[in-house]
């Protein structure tokens, strides 16, 4: 026991007087330099990176208006096969009670088929009738029969429909729930990025997205496609234009339809609607599903697609102008049809 004690006495001893022997190698150590912190982002690169942000998210936003709208679909054909199924198990209650029926009629004659009454008949008038009945009776239990295995069978197929538009469901469901977190977890990250900049900044950051808004409109004016361009309207396209400039001031919500807020998507499919031609939800599929024009071709009422991934859509009103929900933080505003990059243009009707 003594000697463990001298021996962790020692060891003590020898520690410090390590310690003291190299006083530098410790202060050289406590005065290690930290590393410099990150050059501070210019005030345009933040522009970008919160424009790139919002982008994300109308993307996902996308996707989530897509899922919902598979949802509802998927809704209505469960809801359509469950009100087919109740039909059918009905109808072969109905199909089992007139064959009981039939089983109940066959008792009374005292259990002689009508096959055998037949033969043991002697009178020729009720041979005749006995052979009509016995014909009429061997159809109506034949038909009967395979009418049965018929509901039947589709009753096997309407279950196994409900069953794979359910797997259906639940997978648009998953999908809107992961849209849904990566669009608020994108909108989240940009209003981050706002709110560390300082009132001035902030509206430096405005002035910034608007300069690169006119410059884009500007070179797209000079290319002269204004003195292409046709001015009048079709009679819907009228009515699409003027229901769409009367929601401006209303604000962007992503995932709204209206009649309150809207998305890009949400107000452009409402004009339609309004206009009496039904189009679909999202910006990616009007853009895949309507017809397409040359943009030389264009005319008020049609929709402008915006950016590779056709994640951004606005009507065109004229004099080079769209109407749109623009992003987060925005109301629906009027723009220049040539501010940000277009993909193409499709007209609804």
């Keep these: 026991m003594n000697r463990r004690r001298h021996t ?46 919002y982008r994300q998210a109308a993307v996902a936003t996308d996707a989530y208006n897509l899922a919902e709208e598979k949802t509802k679909e998927q809704s209505a054909e ?6 087919m199924i109740v039909e059918g198990r009905e109808k072969v209650e109905d199909l089992k009670a007139k064959a009981g029926a039939a089983a109940r009629a066959q008792y009374r004659n005292g259990g002689l088929p009508d096959g055998a009454q037949l033969v043991l008949t002697d009178d020729p008038q009720l041979f005749l009738d006995t ?39 639940e997978a648009h469901r998953v999908k809107q729930a992961q ?9 989240a990250a940009a209003k981050k990025l706002e709110s560390e900049l300082a009132a001035e900044e902030r509206e ?28 009048g309207a079709t009679p819907s396209g009228k009515k699409a234009v003027e229901f769409a400039t009367a929601q401006i001031g209303k604000p962007y919500v992503w995932g ?22 039904p189009i679909p939800r999202t910006s990616q599929e009007q853009w895949r599903l309507l017809p397409r024009v040359d943009i030389k ?12 991934d056709a994640s951004h859509i606005g009507m065109y009103i004229g004099k080079g102008a769209i109407v749109h929900a623009p992003r987060p933080g925005r109301n629906v505003t009027l723009a220049g049809a040539g501010s940000m990059e277009i993909l193409g243009v499709v007209r609804p009707g």
């Design 8 to 53: 962790t006495a020692a060891i003590t001893v020898i520690c410090a007087l390590a310690v003291l022997a190299s006083p530098a190698l410790t202060l050289q150590a406590a005065a290690a330099p930290l590393p410099p912190p990150p050059p501070k982002k210019s005030l345009e690169e933040v522009r970008k990176e919160i424009d790139g942000l």
């Design 78 to 83: 469960i809801v359509r096969l469950a009100r």
């Design 131 to 169: 052979a009509g009945r016995l014909k009429a009776g061997a159809k109506a239990t034949t038909d009967l029969l395979g009418e049965m295995t018929r509901t039947q069978a589709e009753l096997g197929v309407y279950a196994k429909d409900a069953g794979a538009n359910w797997t259906k469901l």
């Design 179 to 187: 849209a849904k977190k990566e669009i608020n977890d994108k909108i």
């Design 204 to 231: 430096r950051l405005r002035r910034l997205e608007e300069q690169a808004q006119y410059r884009a409109q500007t070179n797209w004016l000079g290319t002269g496609i204004l003195g292409d361009l046709k001015t």
């Design 256 to 277: 709204a339809e209206g009649p309150d807020s809207f998305d890009c998507s949400g107000l452009t499919q409402l004009a339609w609607a309004k206009a009496g031609a």
């Design 297 to 308: 071709d264009m005319r008020p009422g049609d929709l402008i697609v915006y950016f590779k």
